[in-house]
């Protein structure tokens, strides 16, 4: 199934400066009994241009309890959509050096909303933005607040907040911000960002500054750290705990994650992932444990076959329920558990195509944006579980779909992965790839095996590459490579047929299987067993598929066709000849080639048209239609049968044409006017009806159900008339429908009577005239009526001729069986072809057939034909066995001689002497 493509949630501003700018995005939060949650909102600072909050919903939550959706879509106004909810304007000299983040909460009378953003130009400073609207108003009270950070020069690389509860009756905000620098500083800020509570460079962090530089940090719930990240580590949740009372807030959990400075590519096991706790309120201390509290320093572990990767394209992200630390690179996706003791490595896939943007949407699945297609990848099975081209993404709204695809975040509940395309806010809706919620607590499905079977990815190039010892060890049991010899003969052929296949050169493709073979004519080619890996791989050269631009503006996106590359006639023919030249080998091969996208099903006919668009003159969809075994599906037979009533229909209309222009004297000659109309469309004319009635014999031998609808899913009204008439000629002139000796009747065809209309958009019934339909069922009853009576009359004159037909088979077969025997003398001996024999004290000639002969010596004074057609002599036992009893009792000769004279020859007379 194809990915659907993305919906546009927002337009985004651009960078005032297009070429440095940049625009970050963060997560907006709300608070609740000092727990922080995710919104399904997005802050979107642009540099030089403002802050943004936009609404990201698609549609309403799906709930459990019909009523309760009953009453909560019955207030249009909890329905969100796609919008911006508020902006804020920043400076033109401002560019931002982190993700900003937001916090709604709702008051008792109105709604508050606390933006707050990091810039490093015209100075370092962290800006809020404060937005409150009374119930009892509509235009909100927008306010800003700045703050200069005066004893670090390094920027600012994570914001977050730390929420805490507060007493009833206190005007102040339940949570502080904390800014954690690229240096390690890390400072706690009220949410107004008049106090600064405290900054420190921790102990840990200074060990590593001098070589390491923060990356990015992520702040989770302690309640949430027990679930995953410290679920097997009691000792770190109490320690987190220490030196808070019962009932005072929890502190959140601060994960930091330093780099190595200043290097291109870094390698995974120099990462290092430094977790804190950090008290919910700030104390007035100046130990540093009470600021942060250190738990734990680990490294990430180093995956095999990956030495290093490019610090640029490095994306981290951390799952709080899974406890995953989340990697994403140019190259595929890492997810390493940190609920381990010692972190490892639960899932990844590598891919040699390169990644724009990586993310997780489920515990086995990630979806991936690549040069070539966007997908969701199953991360066990190695697979693609759907899939969309890049070309395809927001191909149909006009906008520029040459910038990347980055993904920003997921909402589970939702379904939806949000995403940036240059500019451009975008969301995939990935509902369909779970089952709908049940009642229970139980997870969705995710990650079938069954859903991943033929959907593996892999390098195409490389299928059927043998020159790597991996590649080796993959395919020397599928390809039956069992020696060093074969393999190297494999690559020779694989390294031919590449060569031929780029330079269009049909003989030289020919050549390269010959010699693979080692046979130096194609009727000597092997048509016993062959291996079918040999043959997917050859039909990967002769088909491919590319892009069309469609035709339906609604959707203007590209769409897969079938197209034919080279015919190499000899290696087509052999395939053919083995029956491995089928629809469903085509769509393995391609499947492969077209790897790591997901090709799905050729549509119908696509096929037929494939092989006509190859060859006009029909030569090749004719070889092919004449293998029963290769279109087996009625609907491919249908569309063929199709193709063939329009070329028939446009050969009849060009004789009109012609027949006019002659009864006009508008031609020289009827022949150079049939020639300049015809040109060299009057060579195919017999391969045009070739095929049709191949067509119609081919699909005949599908069951009558399938016929039918095939039949009427492909062919239009006028086109089964069409149809229909062209089987009333046959059969009149076969003499199918007319009594022995007369001429045949002229069946009128559909061209020549203008009360057809024969087009391709006619779907509404083809005749102009109602009684015409009446005569023609009339006229089809009277030659079903006539063809019956011929059936009848062949009948019975095959019944009165049986004797003399049966007579000339068994002849023809005997001299057939004779020839074959060439070596041997074949020359009967006329004495044993007679017998003599007494029966009731008459003598007794017997005329009987040669064994190994070819004539039949039926009497000395001339031939005669066979008066029966009694079953083959054979030898009477003497002996005979009771059914009653099984006892064997003798035969008497009266009963032999009765067996004998019943088992005469099969075919001979007897001729009594008197």
């Known amino acids: 199934m194809d990915l659907q493509s993305p919906s546009i949630l927002a337009q985004l501003p651009r960078p005032l400066h297009a070429t440095t700018g940049k625009t970050r995005i963060g997560d907006v939060f709300s ?209 987190a705990l220490a030196g808070s009372n019962v009932g005072e807030d929890e502190p959140s959990v601060l994960l930091v994650l330093s780099l190595p400075t200043n290097a291109g590519h870094i390698a995974l096991e120099d990462v290092n992932v430094q977790i804190f706790s950090v008290p919910a309120k700030s104390i007035n201390s100046s130990e540093e444990s009470q600021r942060l509290q250190h738990l734990q320093t680990v490294t990430v572990p180093s995956v095999d076959g990956l030495q290093k990767v490019s610090a640029e394209t490095l ?59 966007v997908a969701v990848y199953d991360t066990q099975y190695q697979s693609i579980q759907r899939s969309i081209a890049t070309s395809d993404v927001l191909s149909s709204s006009g906008l520029n779909t040459d910038r990347p695809t980055v993904f920003i975040t997921y909402f589970a509940k939702l379904g939806i992965a949000v995403a940036t395309k240059g500019n451009t806010l975008i969301a995939f809706d990935l509902t369909s790839l779970h089952t709908p919620s049940a009642p229970s607590l139980k997870r969705s499905r995710d990650g079938l095996l069954i859903d991943a079977i033929g959907r593996g990815i892999g390098s195409s190039a490389a299928q059927w590459d043998m020159s790597s010892k991996k590649r080796q060890a993959e395919n020397k049991a599928s390809l039956q490579l069992d020696s060093t010899e074969k393999i190297e ?44 890996e040999y043959s997917l791989f050859i039909l990967s050269k002769i088909f491919a598929i590319e892009n069309v631009a469609s035709s339906d503006a609604a959707t203007a996106s590209s769409q897969s066709q079938l197209r034919v590359v080279l015919w190499p ?85 060009t004789l009109q044409e012609t027949a006019r222009a002659i009864s006009n ?116 009853k009277s030659e079903v009526s006539a063809a019956l009576g011929g059936i009848e009359e062949s009948l019975y004159l095959k019944g009165i001729l049986r004797e003399l037909l049966s007579f000339t088979e068994a002849t023809q077969a005997m001299k057939k069986h004779a020839s074959s025997k060439s070596e041997r003398d074949t020359t009967p001996n006329p004495s044993n072809s007679v017998r003599y024999e007494k029966l009731n004290g008459a003598d007794l000639m017997i005329f009987t057939q040669p064994e190994d002969g070819d004539g039949f010596d039926a009497d000395a004074s001339g031939k005669m034909l066979p008066l029966s057609m009694k079953p083959a002599s054979k030898n009477v036992s003497k002996t005979k066995v009771k059914k009653s009893t099984g006892e064997t009792k003798a035969r008497t000769s009266r009963e032999i001689g009765y067996l004998n004279r019943k088992a005469a020859g099969k075919y001979s007379f007897e001729r009594l002497l008197i």
């Open 315 to 373: 994306q981290w992200n951390f799952h709080s329920g899974s406890a995953g630390l989340q990697l994403s690179f140019d190259k595929g996706f890492i997810n390493i558990d940190l609920s381990q003791y010692s972190p490892s490595v639960t899932s990844q896939f590598i891919l040699d195509d390169k990644f724009s943007s990586v993310m997780r949407i489920s515990p086995q699945c990630v979806i991936g944006a690549s040069e070539s297609l």
């Open 31 to 239: 608070l609740a009994d000092s727990k922080k949650r995710k919104r399904y909102e997005v802050a979107v600072a642009v540099d030089g241009e403002a802050v943004n909050i936009y609404n990201v919903r698609l549609k309403a939550f799906k709930f459990s309890s019909l009523l309760f959706m009953s009453n909560f879509f019955s207030d249009s106004k909890q329905i969100q959509t796609p919008k911006l909810v508020t902006s804020y304007a920043v400076p033109p000299q401002s560019k931002f050096s982190c993700r900003p983040c937001s916090v709604r909460r709702k008051l008792k009378t109105t709604v508050k909303r606390q933006t707050f953003a990091a810039a490093i130009k015209p100075e370092q400073q962290i800006k809020s933005f404060v937005e409150e609207i009374s119930s009892g108003s509509s235009a909100p009270t927008i306010s800003s607040s700045t703050t200069t950070i005066k004893d670090s020069r390094s920027p600012v690389a994570f914001l977050g907040i730390v929420p805490f509860s507060i007493k009833d009756g206190v005007e102040s905000d339940p949570f502080d911000i904390i800014a954690v620098h690229e240096d390690g500083h890390v400072r706690r800020l009220s949410s107004d960002l008049k106090t600064q509570r405290w900054s420190i460079q921790h102990s840990e962090i200074s060990k590593v500054s001098s070589t390491h530089a923060v990356h990015t940090c992520f702040l989770i719930d302690l309640e949430d750290a027990r679930k995953g990240l410290f679920k097997r580590r009691q000792d770190l949740v109490a320690l």
């Open 665 to 780: 004297n508008d031609a020289a000659t009827p022949t150079e006017e049939l020639t300049r109309r015809l040109g060299s469309e009057k060579t195919i004319v017999e391969a045009i009806f070739k095929g049709l009635n191949t067509s119609l014999n081919k699909l005949h031998s599908h069951p009558i159900p399938s016929i039918i609808k095939s039949l009427r899913s492909n062919l239009s009204r006028s086109e089964l008339l069409f149809m229909i008439d062209h089987l009333r000629l046959c059969l009149a002139t076969g003499g199918f429908t007319s009594p022995f000796g007369e001429n045949p009747p002229y069946a009128h065809h559909p061209c020549t009577n203008q009360t057809y209309r024969f087009s391709q958009d006619d779907h509404s019934g083809a005749l102009n005239d109602a009684s015409r339909e009446a005569e023609l069922i009339t006229d089809l």
């Open 569 to 653: 006639k000899a290696t087509c023919k052999w395939l053919l000849r083995l029956g491995h030249f089928t629809l469903d080998n085509i769509q393995v091969a391609l499947r492969r080639v077209n790897k790591p996208q997901v090709l799905q099903p050729l549509p119908t006919g696509s096929f037929v048209q494939a092989l006509v668009d190859s060859d006009p003159s029909l030569g090749h969809i004719n070889e092919v239609i004449r293998h029963s075994s290769i279109l087996a599906s009625s609907d491919e037979l249908s569309f063929a049968l199709k193709h063939f009533l329009k070329q028939v229909h446009s050969y009849f209309s």
């Open 489 to 532: 003969k494999w690559n020779v052929f694989t390294k031919g047929v590449e060569e031929a296949t780029n330079a269009r050169d049909t003989t030289k493709f020919d050549n390269a299987l010959l010699a693979f073979f080692e046979v130096e004519t194609p009727a000597a080619l092997p048509t016993e067993f062959i291996n079918s």
